[in-house]
């Protein structure tokens, strides 16, 4: 058998071990014993700080599950308005501006609707990983039906992350995993988005918005990998209440960052995908970049990449 063979052959039964486990496991099974789920009535405004981030959206004079508010999301706000108005008048707009009226301007502003994807308790996790690859999403909302009142109830939420740890705690069958990515082709190598130190934020901004991405590598004239910028940063700049001056240079913007930053963490084509899913999931990040031995960008790796590469 050629080794192209025996390499399709570990996938195919890769895959077919890792569906039966997630087929096995209902998305009831990944609630903690004591958790806190916070809900936000659509008719909230959002405040001046954009501090209302991966919540669910409740909509009150229905009773029904509405959608959730994410990092994206916040991002099309503040490029919107930075395009179109003066920061303090901008400011002054959010500040009047309801969750429910923010879903429609959402909607107006990229012809998509916000995150309105949700699936019941006790559907498999294998349901919930084909929906969240399926769309460009990270999370969905956990929605059940109350038994006296049937209405709706959320009851959590659960992500691509919550999916992935899951299942590198639980395969067994570690060797299916020790194949590397360039083998499997697990990633994106071509047409990465990249800034430099001098890069100004609000052009990476558009690039988060336009390509619907949570990081760009920050990259030297060698192309050497020397940093990140993620759409954190941004929101830490919410937090500082700076976003009216969003044409300073990244170098500026990631000093604002808390003294335990992780840093950049990196992995290389030649790595296995178990030590990839083992990194991602101790170091609970979305995604990894992938660097050459000199540090050069090659590509990323990411949880959707991962889920798609070894589910059916």
């Not at 400011?91 to 959402?106: C, T, V």
């Not at 690039?207 to 004239?221: G, L, Q, T």
């Not at 700049?237 to 840093?263: H, K, T």
């Amino acid at each position: 058998m050629s080794q192209d063979m025996m390499v399709e052959d570990g996938l195919a039964t890769l895959r077919q071990k890792v569906t039966q486990l997630l087929q096995q496991h209902t998305a009831y099974d990944m609630l903690p014993v004591s958790f806190r789920l916070v809900v936000f009535d659509a008719t909230l405004q959002i405040p001046s700080g954009l501090a209302l981030l991966l919540q669910n959206v409740w909509d009150s004079e229905n009773n029904a599950y509405v959608g959730m508010l994410t990092v994206t999301d916040i991002l099309v706000l503040v490029r919107h308005y930075y395009d179109q108005y003066a920061y303090a008048e901008a400011m002054s707009e959010i500040s009047n501006l309801g969750l429910d009226a923010f879903k429609d301007l959402y909607r107006k502003i990229t012809e998509r609707s916000c995150n309105t994807l949700a699936l019941h308790p006790l559907k498999s996790l294998y349901d919930a990983a084909r929906m969240l690859i399926g769309t460009d999403y990270h999370s969905l909302a956990l929605v059940d039906t109350d038994t006296h009142s049937a209405q709706d109830s959320v009851v959590s939420v659960l992500s691509l992350y919550s999916i992935l740890r899951f299942v590198s705690m639980n395969f067994k069958e570690k060797r299916l995993l020790r194949e590397p990515l360039a083998d499997r082709q697990i990633g994106t190598y071509e047409e990465i988005a990249t800034a430099t130190m001098d890069t100004r934020v609000i052009e990476v901004i558009h690039v988060f918005v336009d390509k619907n991405i949570s990081v760009v590598p920050i990259v030297d004239e060698q192309g050497k990998v020397v940093n990140v910028f993620e759409d954190k940063d941004v929101m830490i700049m919410a937090r500082d209440d700076a976003l009216g001056n969003l044409d300073i240079p990244v170098c500026e913007a990631i000093q604002r960052r808390p003294d335990d930053f992780a840093g950049v963490l990196t992995c290389r084509i030649t790595d296995t995908l178990l030590s990839v899913m083992d990194l991602l999931r101790t170091s609970q990040l979305h995604r990894l970049i992938v660097v050459d031995e000199e540090e050069h960008l090659v590509g990323i790796v990411s949880l959707s990449d991962i889920l798609r590469a070894i589910m059916l």
